[in-house]
């Protein structure tokens, strides 16, 4: 798989005029976040039924009968001793959500309902009341109600088609919060934003653009990252003091140079600070190619010769002519991607390229391999 720098090289070009540029100014919201405000991971286990016969089969997945029988106990249904339960409309499933920052007893959430065993659908299946519960193990919503799954699927005859994942539903609203998170904010009469990416220099821009606005001594950094803000006391004030503070303006700093590899699509992203020192890149492949030809021979009417069948084996070395590319100091971006599509490496040649120009400390940025 060969990987085309073209259309990167386009945007390089058209990113390029403004490298130049000072740093863009960004909403306060967009870089940072208040601490404490955050949501809470949910799950929970439980049973899906009324499924048209593409529930868990039940000899792989004991843990579904099992389900099934406590939750008759419960219900008061005795079932006799040795029963053997056939079930095909039921399944087992795990139920996950995010509880939103604030959220309060009796709001609504949607959930995400996947399958644990070898349910071929969940479609048409009704999710029984199920508990979520949260990393301390408090219960903090109920989910219950009618899973709607985005995929198709058919079979006949030997034949099957499927399209998007059957095994996975959603239901929206489908679970209502019985608890709420107790949250900190305002405490001592002050709240810590903290900025998404550790940056000293956005830290100290953003303590300078709450003082000039609201007064010197209302934000002082702690770090890099945290910066603790003074509010006023009254919940209403406070409030409002921090819808007008998350949309003030903020010069953010210059990215980090930084490269992006994906080495299994042969995807790169590098943002505009990547730059090289002088250095030459030199590539070349070696082509190896084995093959063979049939050949019939068939002797002339009425002879007493046979047909013969030969192979004629064929091998050749084909060697690209190794091609050097110099780069001078601080190229820019779009020389960067120019060069790559200039000498046509693929994914895997541009990872030991990158890698190498990194050893060799030629390549002004950081390089990240997923």
Do not use: W
């Not at 601490?35 to 439980?46: E, I, K, T």
Request: glycine share 10%; hydrophobic share 45%.
């Amino acid at each position: 798989m060969r990987f085309n720098f073209k259309l990167i090289a386009l945007a390089a070009a058209l990113i390029c005029p403004i490298l130049s540029t000072p740093a863009r100014a960004e909403r306060l919201k967009d870089i940072a976040s208040f601490g404490g405000v955050r949501q809470n991971q949910l799950s929970g286990y439980g049973i899906v039924v009324g499924l048209d016969g593409t529930g868990d089969q039940t000899t792989q997945t004991p843990f579904t009968v099992q389900s099934i029988m406590a939750m008759l106990q419960q219900k008061g249904i005795s079932l006799p001793a040795g029963t053997q339960l056939q079930l095909k409309n039921v399944a087992a499933v795990m139920v996950t959500t995010s509880l939103p920052a604030f959220a309060q007893p009796g709001q609504t959430i949607d959930v995400t309902v996947s399958s644990m065993g070898n349910a071929k659908s969940l479609r048409g299946g009704t999710l029984l009341m199920t508990p979520l519960q949260g990393a301390d193990g408090q219960v903090y919503a109920m989910a219950q109600g009618n899973i709607l799954v985005g995929g198709v699927g058919a079979s006949g005859g030997g034949a099957s088609t499927q399209v998007n994942q059957l095994a996975v539903g959603r239901i929206s609203a489908g679970a209502t919060v019985e608890r709420a998170v107790a949250s900190n904010l305002g405490a001592d009469n002050q709240v810590k934003l903290e900025l998404n990416t550790t940056d000293f220099s956005t830290a100290s821009r953003v303590v300078e653009a709450i003082n000039d606005k609201f007064g010197p001594g209302i934000a002082t950094a702690l770090d890099g990252r945290v910066i603790r803000v003074r509010v006023p006391s009254s919940s209403d004030q406070r409030v409002s003091f921090l819808g007008i503070l998350e949309n003030m303006d903020v010069r953010s700093s210059e990215a980090a140079a930084k490269v992006i590899l994906n080495a299994r699509t042969g995807s790169i992203v590098m943002n505009r600070a990547v730059t090289l020192d002088t250095c030459a890149i030199s590539h070349g492949n070696l082509t190896v190619t084995i093959g063979g030809d049939t050949q019939v021979s068939q002797p002339p009417a009425g002879s007493r010769g046979a047909t013969v069948v030969t192979q004629n084996p064929s091998a050749s070395v084909k060697k690209d002519p190794g091609r050097v590319i110099m780069l001078n100091n601080g190229a820019s971006l779009a020389e960067v991607v120019k060069a790559m599509n200039a000498i046509g490496a693929t994914p895997q040649d541009l990872l030991s390229i990158l890698q190498s120009l990194k050893a060799a400390g030629s390549l002004r940025a950081e390089l990240e391999i997923i």
